[in-house]
């Protein structure tokens, strides 16, 4: 094996390799430095701007820190080539924009439905199809709810700057150990490829999946978890003697397959369902600016809610009566948070680079008005645009 | 070369019972399917190279030959249509010290995995690769494939194929696997020899299984019987050997006869270093 199977990460050596503790990097950069910082032992990509720098980067940095980095044919084979690497124990990741991650989601949902660790970075570009590549979009935020086939429970991350973006990254590789399954971080292009500066952190909080502790006869592969949470079943990496199948076949709890019976599918899916929804509160993560008297809130996610920072302070000193509402995990989706939200103000406006993914999901859980201010194109959102909303 | 006067030191039956997952029984093959012959050519190989079955892993796409893996006590990933090649990249790339075995069919390998194919054949990572061809779409009910004959029917192909077929040897041998063989599975020593060979080659060995589908390829195509055609596969097949010999010095009668050939037996032993050697070359320089 080449990286270190003892479920462990060389903190010391991670940070050596990267650098001074204060560096101006921009977001791609600090997606690889989180990677690094959270234990990443596994990289499978395929070039893609605006994400390219993310391969870049690893592949020169992947060695250095003695992990394994390899650039695929396609898309379709960077998320299966993770997948494989995962259930020989590694922590994962791939990288992509938009075309990528349409490619990425038959294998996507081969890692839900065989409950893999994995983290699949998306810097989104504008589309459909080729559209914008070179510029910054969010359009692809319902498809990283959907965009696989069938049922399933995405948890997707949504940093707005760039020490965010490496403390996310993090964040989502502890996410994807603890619940046995794929997690998404979207960042924009503008977020993607703007510097600013970031402080690497001294100390690094990381999870790993649980393994079995009984004998391999008594191993359930997908059945009830015993050391940590019930839904989430323990994980024995390939090789070490507990002989799991794995199938995307619907399969019951000892992975075989089950494909003609309605009880076994319903109890497998909803299982690896709400082994994310019933952790909905847990995983919930808000800013909240000036919302203690506010009467219309800003809802806004990722490189929006930076402008919708810059409007937070014109209406301000405009004497108006805004609050700054920001949605830092989009899926498992905050709504008891959104509907507690509308009781409190008039109006809710959620500014979006894209046509309105976020925006349904609040209108659906709100009880107040709700408006979509949507730029698409390429350009940021203005504060200007966002206030005319308001 | 493996050693043919070998004895064997268990029979078939205890071959089962070290090998095969019991409570997966009974399997999903058809009356007819040599797909279960395949499964134990494969056995008598690993027993045969004393493989560790907790260190060997099964992979495979989807078709009835990727079921093949479910029916055997190891690690195993059944993964998505055609993709079996690129999960095994990453197995084998993240842990080279696990033996990987590949079951893919025609039309997972060449059609939908066609690009990953030829990418893992260019990488040459040390795995075995048995490709089961049954020259049809059999598990979704006879389509044609990328692979049937000329003028064959398949259900989407009703007035016969008018397509030619890929030949996933010719293809293995040009984009750089160390082994390649084809044997079609009404002989089992020639098959079992080459898995074996195929274990020990340091890279890529790719071995292609003719396997006749009585379903839904042999009935539609004036083989009611599953002795029709195994004596056609008998009929179309030569040796290479053979097929050399007549190539070089047959008479213009005997040559043309080749044309409607099948070739069989081993095509290719070559060596070339593995990417995952290639990369442990790469991480001792930052050591």
Request: aromatic share 10%; no cysteine; glycine share 6%.
């Given at each position: 094996m080449f990286w270190d199977d003892k479920m462990t990460t060389d903190l010391e050596k991670v940070k050596e390799v990267l650098g001074p503790k204060k560096q101006f990097v921009h977001g791609d950069t600090a997606v690889c430095y989180g990677a690094l910082l959270a234990g990443c032992d596994f990289y499978g990509g395929y070039p893609i701007t605006p994400a390219s720098e993310i391969a870049e980067m690893i592949a020169s940095l992947m060695p250095k820190v003695g992990g394994v980095n390899i650039q695929m044919e396609d898309e379709i084979a960077s998320m299966a080539s993770i997948i494989g690497a995962s259930w020989t124990g590694a922590k994962v990741m791939t990288a992509t924009s938009g075309p990528g991650f349409s490619l990425m989601q038959e294998n996507i949902g081969f890692a839900y439905m065989s409950e893999t660790p994995a983290v699949v970075v998306n810097v989104q570009r504008s589309g459909?199809?080729?559209?914008?590549?070179?510029l910054g979009a969010e359009g692809d935020m319902m498809q990283a709810r959907y965009g696989s086939h069938g049922d399933y429970q995405s948890i997707t991350l949504s940093p707005n700057t760039i020490q965010e973006t490496l403390e996310f990254t993090i964040k989502a590789f502890n996410l994807a150990e603890e619940y046995r399954s794929p997690v998404f971080l979207m960042i924009s292009a503008d977020l993607g490829h703007m510097r600013e500066m970031i402080t690497i952190p001294d100390e690094v909080d990381l999870v790993y999946r649980k393994t079995p502790k009984v004998p391999p006869e008594e191993y359930v592969p997908f059945g009830k978890g015993k050391y940590g949470k019930e839904k989430v079943p323990e994980f024995a990496p390939f090789g070490t003697g507990y002989r799991t199948y794995v199938t995307g076949l619907t399969h019951n709890e000892f992975g075989f397959?089950?494909?003609?019976d309605q009880q076994d599918h319903d109890k497998l899916i909803r299982r690896q369902i709400e082994k994310i929804t019933d952790d909905r509160e847990k995983l919930t993560d808000i800013e909240e600016r000036m919302m203690d008297d506010a009467e219309i809130a800003l809802v806004s996610y990722g490189i929006a809610s930076r402008s919708a920072l810059g409007a937070l302070k014109i209406a301000r000193d405009q004497g108006k009566k805004v609050g700054y509402f920001r949605l830092?995990?989009?899926?498992?989706?905050p709504k008891k948070k959104i509907n507690e939200l509308s009781q409190k103000v008039d109006k809710i406006v959620v500014p979006e680079m894209n046509t309105g993914h976020v925006y349904h999901r609040v209108k659906e859980y709100a009880d107040c008005e709700v408006k979509l201010v949507s730029k698409i194109g390429g350009e940021i959102i203005s504060p200007k645009e966002i206030l005319e909303g308001v | 070369m493996a050693d043919e006067n070998e004895v064997d030191v268990i029979d078939g039956k205890q071959l089962q019972d070290k090998y095969?997952?019991?409570?997966?029984?009974?399997?999903i093959f058809c009356n007819g399917c040599a797909l279960g012959n395949v499964l134990d050519y494969v056995l008598w190989a690993v027993e045969k190279e004393g493989l560790d079955m907790d260190k060997t892993v099964f992979l495979s796409g989807i078709g009835c030959s990727s079921r093949?893996?479910?029916?055997?006590n190891a690690d195993a990933l059944h993964t998505t249509h055609g993709r079996a090649l690129a999960f095994a990249t990453g197995v084998k790339m993240a842990n080279p010290d696990l033996n990987v075995i590949v079951f893919t069919g025609d039309g997972d390998c060449i059609g939908i995995g066609g690009n990953h194919f030829i990418h893992a054949l260019r990488r040459n990572l040390d795995i075995t690769v048995i490709a089961v061809n049954n020259y049809i779409y059999g598990m979704t009910g006879g389509q044609v494939a990328p692979t049937t004959p000329e003028g064959h029917i398949g259900t989407t192909a009703p007035y016969g194929n008018i397509e030619p077929p890929f030949d996933m040897c010719e293809m293995a041998k040009a984009a750089g696997a160390t082994y390649v063989a084809r044997w079609p599975v009404f002989r089992p020593h020639q098959p079992i020899n080459s898995i074996r060979e195929g274990i020990r080659n340091k890279g890529l060995s790719f071995i292609e299984m003719m396997s006749p589908c009585t379903t839904a390829y042999g009935r539609r195509n004036r083989f009611r019987k599953i002795e029709d055609l195994w004596a056609f596969y008998e009929d179309k097949t030569i040796l290479i050997e053979e097929y050399d010999k007549i190539d070089r010095f047959g008479t213009e009668e005997e040559k043309e006869e080749l044309d409607d050939k099948i070739k069989i037996g081993v095509f290719k032993r070559s060596t070339r270093k593995p990417l995952e050697e290639r990369y442990r070359d790469l991480l001792e320089e930052f050591k």
């Open positions: 459909p199809s080729t559209g914008q590549p070179t397959p089950a494909t003609d830092k995990t989009i899926w498992p989706f | 095969l997952r019991e409570e997966m029984m009974p399997h093949i893996p479910g029916y055997i």
